[in-house]
T-cell receptor
Framework: DQQVKQNSPSLSVQEGRISILNCDYTNSMFDYFLWYKKYPAEGPTFLISISSIKDKNEDGRFTVFLNKSAKHLSLHIVPSQPGDSAVYFCAASARAGGTSYGKLTFGQGTILTVHP | ETGVTQTPRHLVMGMTNKKSLKCEQH?????MYWYKQSAKKPLELMFVYNFKEQTENNSVPSRFSPECPNSSHLFLHLHTLQPEDSALYLCASSQEGTNSYEQYFGPGTRLTVT
């Protein structure tokens, strides 16, 4: 059973417009959510995160929104740039048995293509 | 070197070979992870080492054997692998004991089992 799902395998956007990447989760114990970006032949790079006590976190062109009641989060990129073209993964974490290490559960990824 | 490094970047091995993947983190972190990424699948956590002790083994077959000699180095020893083990193997590190769960990844080792 996949606990974190990214239902859109790909997204194509024009440069300068908004990119919206979506992620759904099923485990109500998740309390921290992250977005990673991955270029070919590189490892995932941390982009932005949000704690479950917040519903929005913004960092420059990137904003993550969390809707706990819907178990849904989204990443908004405004304005989108060709260099943003990459695979985007959402990930979620829950404290496991009282330990503090951050075990992450990842979605399948969404390929974002930003056209000039 | 900065961040998380992995060697080799590419590896082709036969099913009877023994090889090792190496990961080194230069971030002063105290936890390290091995992940597997197969085609069209999410990243799958394999092992977690927290303060050099293995705290998670995610039902990984015994043909994968991790080793963490210190908090900066992590190895994945491979023997008698199967073709379905071909995948991208990613190492990550994090600083545990804080309220943030960011993990920092290496570039990965692309493994092909023939």
């Amino acid at each position: 059973d996949q606990q974190v799902k990214q239902n859109s395998p790909s997204l194509s956007v024009q440069e300068g417009r908004i990119s919206i990447l979506n992620c759904d989760y099923t485990n109500s114990m998740f309390d921290y959510f992250l977005w990673y970006k991955k270029y070919p032949a590189e490892g995932p790079t941390f982009l932005i995160s949000i704690s479950s006590i917040k519903d929005k976190n913004e960092d420059g062109r990137f904003t993550v929104f969390l809707n706990k009641s819907a178990k849904h989060l989204s990443l908004h990129i405004v304005p989108s740039q060709p260099g943003d073209s990459a695979v985007y993964f959402c990930a979620a974490s829950a404290r496991a048995g009282g330990t503090s290490y951050g075990k992450l559960t990842f979605g399948q990824g969404t390929i974002l293509t930003v056209h000039p | 070197e900065t961040g998380v490094t992995q060697t080799p970047r590419h590896l082709v091995m036969g099913m009877t070979n023994k090889k090792s993947l190496k990961c080194e983190q230069h971030l002063g972190h105290n936890a390290m992870y091995w992940y597997k990424q197969s085609a069209k699948k999410p990243l799958e956590l394999m092992f977690v080492y927290n303060f050099k002790e293995q705290t998670e083994n995610n039902s990984v077959p015994s043909r994968f054997s991790p080793e963490c000699p210190n908090s900066s180095h992590l190895f994945l020893h491979l023997h008698t692998l199967q073709p379905e083990d071909s995948a991208l193997y990613l190492c990550a590190s994090s600083q545990e004991g804080t309220n943030s769960y960011e993990q920092y990844f290496g570039p990965g080792t692309r493994l092909t089992v023939t």
